[in-house]
């Protein structure tokens, strides 16, 4: 491995170091406020070091890992995500449990697995990314062990974790016996010259199934909301964001470098999926009263308006789709980490705040909080202004350039379903709260440091919103880079 | 069609063993008589009538040494493939596998200074530190 190697893993392998910086320290001395600082600071510097491996990007650092802008877009978002989390973690764990410090250690290794995968090339290091982030997941979600629902939501989630991993490992064997490579790039140069239809196509479609179930998609849903509800809102966050943004990167990388867009079938079975998931997720969260739950039937439904952009990709060419992708996704990660943000911070004192009641008359207690919350449903919703907005318009343009009118209405009534029930929650916290019972509103004052990264983050979701054009000349540029 | 009757005599053995199980089951139940008294069904161990049932709770700590077993096991599976291709990876398969052991020790120190390896019961130390003082 050349020294020019190293340095372009440089961020993944100072989040590695940092995990076990962490668990040194903690087992050194066990300090609350110690282990968060160290966190961030291994979180930044891996950041910092972004820059001197964009100089030797795009290189192949060993067969399994290519590091391009592509991938290290992807890295910062992961990782910038981890920072929010972190901040959103430090004073909801606070005053919970026994042993609060090993959260940290589980959330660097959920990002370690996540900034592989978005670099991975190679069926190898994609198998070991997915696994590093989901067996880290199951025990962050599961992480109040003493509680019932997180315990259950933990179960559930390794269990079907589990079995999509077997759906996405068979998958692989199936396309590594029919052509006899597992890196991408050799794949896709081998399937342009030679026909190996069926057996391929069957792979491709069992790792479909395999993410399916870690990107939530319908029919491979079922997990999610008691998942979301189960687990503390911060590993919520997490979950929904990380898990989400680093395995579509991969996804979409897989698509555009194995060329498994040539397969037309394919894109049917993206197109039931990306139906079905928006379908089913917007008209299943109009039922719902919890919170969390709402928000993760809103995520399954997000992640078919990704699905429409990664389709569209087959008709615009990779470079759009990639830009339509990551700008999606970015939008999706911010307006989450906002919402469930909120979440976590109202839930500091005591309880989850997760009913609709717990909601009600915010605006009236907590102004600042319920403002932050609202301009994140809003930009959940897709309203202009917010980059939800953009996020959408993106999806919408590329699903009526690629004549794909089927997903553009779609988009379109999903779209209009989802404004109900985000406005809810909104409408909830507009209502006085005197008929409250006082046991469902959160007494303690909301934390000084989950505040201040929510108004980041807002910030970020109005400037990107209304401002969208230097972010999206950087999204053009890197999105060329991917082939 | 040559693997079949190459098969052939494995199939037949299967079936034969498939029958003389079923009928060394099958028969006694037939043709042996029955008898139902108090304790037909209950096990036997040398005359003494058993206590309680199988449901014990063992002791968490033999779940841990299992546990540490497997993680320290599995690791040196891949210390084993590194060391079959040690002169191949050379210097960096070196560092590597260095990096690999020193990962390693540090998880055993964690488990250690954590007190994972204390198995004594919370009132077993409690008892303890009052003898000593």
């Known amino acids: ?483 | 069609m040559a693997q079949t009757t190459a098969l052939w005599p494995l199939i037949i053995y299967f079936a034969a063993v498939l029958v003389v199980v079923g009928v060394m089951l099958g028969l006694p139940n037939l043709l042996g008589q029955r008898s139902r008294g108090k304790a037909t069904v209950e096990p036997f161990e040398s005359g003494i009538v058993p206590v309680g049932d199988t449901k014990i709770r063992f002791s968490v700590q033999f779940y841990l040494i299992a546990i540490f077993f497997v993680i320290f096991d599995l690791e040196a599976v891949y210390l084993f493939a590194w060391a079959v291709a040690f002169r191949e990876s050379g210097w960096a398969g070196f560092i590597e596998i260095v990096v690999f052991i020193f990962v390693l020790i540090a998880a055993l120190a964690y488990l250690w200074l954590i007190g994972a390896l204390d198995w004594r019961t919370r009132r077993q130390r409690r008892v303890e530190s009052k003898i000593n003082n």
């Open chain 1, 1 to 483: 491995m050349t020294a020019d190697a190293l340095i372009a893993l440089l961020p993944i392998m100072v989040v590695a170091g940092a995990a076990i910086v962490v668990m040194l320290a903690i087992a050194v001395r066990r300090n609350y406020r110690l282990t968060v600082i160290l966190t961030l600071l291994g979180l930044v510097t891996a950041l910092a070091t972004l820059p001197l491996a964009a100089e030797r990007a795009p290189l192949a650092a060993t067969e399994l890992m290519r590091i391009d802008r592509y991938a290290l877009f992807f890295i910062g978002l992961v990782l910038a995500t981890g920072v929010a989390v972190t901040l959103l973690c430090y004073d909801y764990f606070a005053k919970r449990e026994e042993q609060k410090e090993e959260i940290y250690i589980l959330l660097l290794t959920t990002l370690l697995g996540g900034a592989v995968l978005a670099a991975s090339s190679h069926f190898a290091s994609f198998f070991l990314g997915l696994e590093t982030l989901s067996v880290s997941l199951f025990a962050m979600i599961a992480y109040p062990i003493k509680e019932r629902l997180p315990l259950e939501a933990g179960i559930k989630y390794m269990t079907l974790s589990g079995a999509a991993s077997a759906f996405l490992l068979f998958g692989m064997a199936l396309i590594y016996a029919e052509v006899g490579v597992l890196s991408f790039a050799e794949l896709g140069r081998l399937s342009a010259t030679a026909d190996f239809q069926p057996s391929v196509l069957i792979g491709i479609v069992m790792i479909i199934v395999g993410l399916g179930f870690k990107l939530s998609l319908v029919p491979f849903h079922l997990w999610t909301p008691d998942v979301y509800q189960g687990a503390p809102a911060p590993v919520t966050a997490l979950l929904s964001t990380v898990s989400k943004s680093a395995i579509f990167a991969l996804l979409l990388r897989y698509f555009v470098v194995s060329g498994s867009y040539s397969y037309e079938s394919l894109s049917a079975v993206l197109t039931f999926i990306a139906v079905a998931s928006i379908l089913v997720g917007n008209l299943l969260a109009l039922l719902q009263d919890n919170v969390k739950r709402i928000l993760a039937y809103s995520s399954i439904a997000h992640l078919g308006y990704v699905v429409v952009a990664l389709i569209t990709g087959r008709v615009l060419g990779s470079a759009f789709a990639v830009e339509a992708v990551a700008f999606y996704l970015v939008a999706y990660v911010v307006s989450t980490l906002g919402a469930f943000g909120v979440v976590a911070v109202l839930s500091v004192g005591g309880d989850e705040a997760e009913t609709l009641a717990a909601y009600q008359g915010l605006f009236w207690r907590n102004p600042g909080l319920a403002s932050i919350f609202t301009a994140s449903l809003l930009s959940l919703a897709g309203i202009p202004l917010t980059v939800g907005f953009v996020g959408k318009f993106y999806v919408f343009s590329s699903g009526v350039n690629a004549d794909l009118w089927l997903l553009v209405w779609t988009v379109v009534i999903g779209s209009g379903v989802g404004l109900y029930y985000y406005l809810r929650i909104v409408l909830a916290m507009m209502k006085s709260a005197d008929g409250v019972a006082t046991a469902a509103v959160p007494a303690a004052p909301a934390p000084l440091v989950g505040c201040l990264t929510l108004t980041v983050l807002v910030a970020l979701l109005l400037w990107l919103g209304v401002y969208p054009g230097a972010f999206m000349e950087m999204l053009q540029s890197l999105s060329k880079t991917l082939s």
